[in-house]
């Protein structure tokens, strides 16, 4: 069995600077955006010590920073400086100018990518090729990539809406459930699941600064004990979540225990994972001795009603969350609705 040791990025920098120069290659964990779609947090990299072939332009590369961080991005060009070998370095999902570096803060050369258990090797043809046309292409990554995640974005709602057609015949979810439900597993969250856990919720966004996904973090590392994310995983991708959490009294409209943020992946769904996920909810408030669990629903969403139909949950009315909804309405032409459920606490 494999064992995961997390380094402090100091550590790193020395132990992996010792391996390298001792010609020893090594493995870690990809952490950070600056190199998706080719390089994604949680890949396993392999860097490899610079041999006798120098450093090529396209080729990414592990180096260090003035202040002994560690990086991996791609040689965008090679030049002189001052009768010195030089690079022009850039993540492949940057936008700003590229950093020059010297050719002795280059540790090692990236030579195998790992993900989901399949591995890339760097040094086929096929890449060689793909890594001169980033490197190419990377002066224009400000406007291509807001391009392609339009065109992705796009394509995802096609695809979701036919594989929707697709869902509903029984034949397919028969097959379906064989061929993936039983990979399928159910979990509170933990600290590590936070960036798949983002992806589910915000598919075509990166996390930076000042996105959400320090909350998922938060939340995972030091949750409340009243705030638990449930989530569906095959792998290390999170396929579905929901989020319960309790609301002490006076939080009006909100009080006692509530359901929210609840997804499956449109390609995964018609296998129960809803469902499942709602059981695993009730299951925990249960625990935690609630008498009653509600969520909000939009009224015209007749997959989502069917299943907490068939799960118990009942309409109900809160007065003044009502006026809320109501004037949420007329803003957004969608109505949610409130559903319950009571439930047995343990």
């Keep these: 069995m494999r064992k995961v040791i997390a380094l402090k990025e100091s550590d790193f920098f020395e132990l992996s600077r010792d391996f390298l120069n001792k010609d020893v290659s090594i493995r870690f964990q990809a952490k950070g955006w600056s190199m998706r779609p080719y390089i994604q947090d949680g890949d396993i990299v392999t860097v490899s010590p610079l041999d006798d072939t120098s450093v090529k332009r396209g080729d990414v590369v592990f180096y260090s920073t003035v202040e002994n961080k560690v990086i991996v991005h791609r040689v965008i060009k090679k030049y002189k400086r001052d009768s ?19 050719v002795q803060n280059v540790l090692g050369k990236v030579m195998e990518i790992e993900r989901n258990g399949r591995k890339r090797r760097l040094d086929s043809g096929l890449y060689q090729m793909l890594n001169l046309f980033l490197a190419a292409t990377s002066s224009f990554n400000h406007w291509i990539y807001p391009i392609g995640s339009q ?17 509903s015949p029984k034949l397919y979810r028969v097959l379906a459930k064989k061929v993936v439900k039983k990979n399928i597993h159910y979990q509170i969250a933990s600290p590590e699941d936070a960036v798949s856990l983002y992806r589910l919720y915000n598919p075509d966004k990166l996390p930076g600064i000042e996105s959400r996904i320090h909350v998922f973090v938060e939340q995972l590392v030091s949750p409340a004990q009243s705030d638990y994310w449930i989530i569906a995983k095959r792998e290390n991708k999170v396929l579905g979540g929901a989020n319960l959490s309790e609301f002490p009294e006076g939080d009006d409209p909100y009080t006692g225990w509530w359901i929210s943020g609840m997804k499956v992946d449109w390609r995964y769904r018609g296998l129960g994972i809803g469902k499942i996920l709602l059981k695993m909810a009730e299951e925990v408030a249960a625990r935690e001795k609630a008498s009653e669990i509600k969520l909000l629903v939009f009224k015209d969403a007749r997959p989502a009603n069917n299943l907490y139909r068939k ?30 459920k009571d439930i047995k606490s343990e």
């Design 151 to 167: 065109v992705k974005k796009i394509g995802r709602k096609i695809l979701g809406g036919l594989l929707e057609e697709l869902q």
């Design 84 to 102: 010195e070998t030089a690079f022009l370095i850039k993540g492949d999902a940057t936008f700003g100018s590229p950093e020059s570096i010297n």
């Design 311 to 340: 799960m118990g949950f009942r309409p109900v009315s809160i007065p003044e969350l009502d006026k809320q909804l109501e004037e949420e309405a007329k803003k957004t032409l969608r109505r949610r609705i409130i559903l319950a």
